[in-house]
């Protein structure tokens, strides 16, 4: 079984939500990402998503959006991100990895290559967020060959269609964009969140994971009440942007270790209230 599905079993069977931070890869320093990813697992981050500079991420807020700018800026590129998957591997087998990123540098380094030494550095899945599902079949099937999974994004305006292609490609999990507009922005609206998240089931077959808005253990909480995973992307890279290279793992790991209390606390009042 891959690493993704097994993680989600495990803590369905527990009856526990996912944990899945995003970092940049390089980012706040060449030198902490493995670090970083070291304690956030550790901590119970359950995936994580690892971010691939671009120098026009579109869909990602100025927090992001400086993150990438950073990492470019010190020469952080497809193989290096690769060359860090490699190194947490050594520390790390079992935290499922997802590359997440955008079509230009996954082409530019070659989509066979990538997705080959991708398999080999350890990764799980790939998130590109300009790869729509009806238009890149022929990668998804390159990525189920090498046993990675397809990750798609929905959001409140994809179309019952959308549900639909994501559904019949898609792997490991979708991840629900819970708010219009770009990362680290807006107000969540968490009725909204579980109105649209049984129409995503309808036609979607694996877990759903729900981003975008959520930056403390407070609005975690209340998407895990609806979700099956929660992802933290704006909030961390923010939190991590003036530490040093030895503080940002520390601080990543208290992070993580909040917010996952927070998710674990409230399955375990959700029990204990079913058995009352």
Excluded: W
């Excluded at 952080?76 to 997802?98: A, C, W």
């Excluded at 890149?136 to 959308?162: G, K, M, N, W, Y």
């Excluded at 490609?169 to 629900?176: F, K, L, R």
């Excluded at 923010?238 to 520390?250: F, G, K, M, S, V």
């Amino acid at each position: 079984m891959r690493r993704i599905a097994a993680t989600f079993e495990a803590l369905q069977r527990g009856r526990r939500k996912a944990l899945i931070p995003f970092i940049h890869a390089g980012d706040p320093h060449v030198e902490s990402t493995v670090d970083i990813l070291c304690a956030m697992a550790d901590a119970g981050a359950d995936v994580i998503e690892l971010g691939v500079p671009f120098s026009d991420p579109m869909a990602d807020g100025p927090v992001i959006q400086k993150a990438a700018e950073r990492a470019l800026a010190k020469g952080i590129g497809m193989p290096q991100v690769l060359d860090y998957v490699r190194r947490f591997r050594e520390r790390n087998t079992i935290t499922p990895v997802v590359l997440m990123g955008y079509a230009n540098p996954v082409e530019r380094y070659g989509i066979d290559r990538f997705v080959a030494d991708a398999k080999s550095a350890g990764v799980d899945g790939v998130l590109v967020v300009d790869y729509p599902p009806e238009e890149c079949e022929a990668f998804a099937r390159t990525l189920h060959s090498h046993q990675l999974d397809p990750i798609f994004l929905l959001a409140p305006t994809s179309t019952v269609q959308r549900m639909k292609d994501v559904g019949r490609i898609a792997s490991g999990y979708v991840y629900y964009v819970s708010l219009k507009g770009v990362t680290g922005a807006g107000h969540l609206d968490i009725g909204a969140v579980a109105d649209m998240l049984p129409r995503i089931r309808e036609h979607v077959h694996v877990p759903v994971g729900v981003g975008f808005g959520i930056r403390d253990a407070a609005t975690a909480k209340a998407v895990a009440a609806v979700s099956d995973a929660v992802v933290i992307g704006s909030a961390l890279v923010q939190l991590l942007e003036r530490e040093t290279p030895d503080h940002a793992p520390l601080v990543a790991g208290r992070f993580i270790a909040e917010i996952r209390a927070a998710l674990d606390n409230a399955a375990l009042d959700t029990q204990t209230g079913e058995r009352a």
